[in-house]
């Protein structure tokens, strides 16, 4: 617990490093021991992301994300706890300062909250949410809602979107190695990197342990390189659990294929409550082309990692998908590269068909082939220009919030559940 007699000058952070600390809002004017509802908000442990918060009047509050380490301009990741409420308190909280106007809120996206004894993660109701240009915000778009604390000794948490740390992916791939033991599958895990804070870069390798020593088809698969899009990681755990798991079609396609898979390629991002940058404030999707050891240590050991393969006369690399959650738009789908060379063309468009075909809530029309110069740093437009050319490099891109079924309106948000299969 705080301690409620202390102050804390916290609330002056936003444009610092520092996420809010168990700072107290009280009514000006008070002074000793804060009482029940004034409102203790928390944003230091892993993932969190609230840089300051401002008292308006007893019911309100402007709330400021903290923007990206080293990248003032990108505020979008908010993750953040309140404690301390009086019972039946009612709230309006205001995040003042998205830096990315056009979003999924403009698409009837709500925020999410959980609660001590409500563990799992709930929107908040739409008629409770709005999102509007302020005019006594200088015009910005401000993400406002209401909400209700109905119970006076939980903790209660808001996010952006359900929170997937390094720490729960560590957690995770220790209990890989037993799921994998009832398919007899080939796992290994290996560290092939540490990021500049120190932290873990996992390979997880999933093939047949029969063909092992034959010339193996490779499929690479990145998550998780931009923090704040936690729905790649949920993904990417849902694939591993499916690669690894005895069901008929893993099984065949490890027979056929061999996975390596990097479930987080920005630890030290995710672990900072970052939006988009790693921890000295690189957006790692945009600096391929000029990775290096030294600032974008995981880029390196990846990239040489894949170069590794591709040369090697003992793999085919035929796929590298790098799995991203989309800001703007709803369901899933690829964005790939366009080329001159047609039958190269026409090889690259087919898994994007085939997806299509298999998955219910992909969306053809946000499919896109391009080639646009500002993207020449991301992974899959960096590396087409550098590996063979039978290998296929995607984004694989899944809405930050829903998906509309069969063509409706009606936007099903994806849960932590639906992606894990
Ligand atoms: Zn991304």
């Known amino acids: 617990m705080a301690d409620f007699g202390e102050d804390s000058d916290e609330s002056d952070g936003e444009g610092s490093l520092g996420n809010v600390n168990r700072i107290i809002m009280r009514p000006p004017g008070h002074s000793g021991k804060a009482k029940r509802g004034h409102l203790c908000f928390d944003a230091s442990f892993e993932t969190g992301n609230l840089g300051r918060v401002d008292l308006i009047n007893e019911h309100e509050y402007d709330l400021f994300i903290r923007p990206d380490t080293c ?15 009086r019972q039946d ?5 205001n995040i003042v300062n998205i830096s990315k106007s056009r979003n999924l809120f403009n698409t009837n996206m709500t925020p999410i909250v959980k609660s001590t004894t409500r563990p799992k993660w709930q929107r908040i109701p739409k008629r409770n949410v709005f999102y509007y240009r302020s005019p006594v915000h200088q015009n910005n778009y401000v993400l406002s809602f209401t909400f209700g604390f109905d119970r006076e000794d939980e903790i209660f948490q808001f996010a952006l979107a359900p929170p997937y740390s390094y720490s729960r992916l560590q957690s995770f791939l220790l209990s890989l190695d037993s799921k994998g033991r009832h398919s007899k599958c080939f796992l290994k895990r290996e560290i092939i990197g540490s990021t500049v804070q120190k932290r873990k870069l996992d390979l997880i390798t999933i093939g047949a342990p029969e063909n092992m020593n034959e010339k193996q088809r490779v499929i690479i698969i990145l998550a998780r390189v931009h923090p704040g899009e936690s729905p790649s990681s949920f993904v990417c755990q849902g694939l591993l659990e499916f690669l690894v798991s005895v069901n008929s079609i893993s ?8 996975f390596k898979v990097i479930p987080m390629l920005n630890p030290d991002g995710v672990f900072l409550g970052n939006y988009r940058s790693s921890g000295m404030g690189f957006d790692l999707n945009r600096v391929w082309h000029i990775a290096s050891q030294w600032a974008h240590p995981t880029l390196r050991a990846v990239l040489d990692m894949i170069i590794a393969i591709d040369k090697s006369k003992d793999f ?10 989309h800001s703007s738009l709803t369901g899933c789908f690829i964005y790939g590269n366009s080329y001159e060379d047609v039958y190269r063309y026409e090889r690259h468009t087919v898994f994007p068909k085939i997806l299509a075909t298999v998955s219910d809530d992909y969306v053809a029309t946000n499919t896109m082939f391009n080639a646009d110069g500002n993207k020449s740093g991301s992974a899959r437009r960096y590396l087409c220009t550098i590996l063979s050319s039978q290998v296929n490099c995607y984004t694989f891109e899944v809405s930050l919030f829903g998906y509309k079924l069969n063509g409706g309106e009606v936007i099903i948000p994806y849960t932590e559940d639906s992606c894990i299969l």
């Open 251 to 258: 099984s065949l396609l490890r027979q056929t294929v061999t």
């Open 316 to 325: 085919q690399l035929d796929y590298v998908v790098d799995i991203h959650a």
């Open 71 to 85: 990248s003032p301009k990108l505020r979008f990741w908010f993750n953040f706890t309140v404690d301390n409420v």
């Open 89 to 93: 308190q009612r709230v309006i909280f």
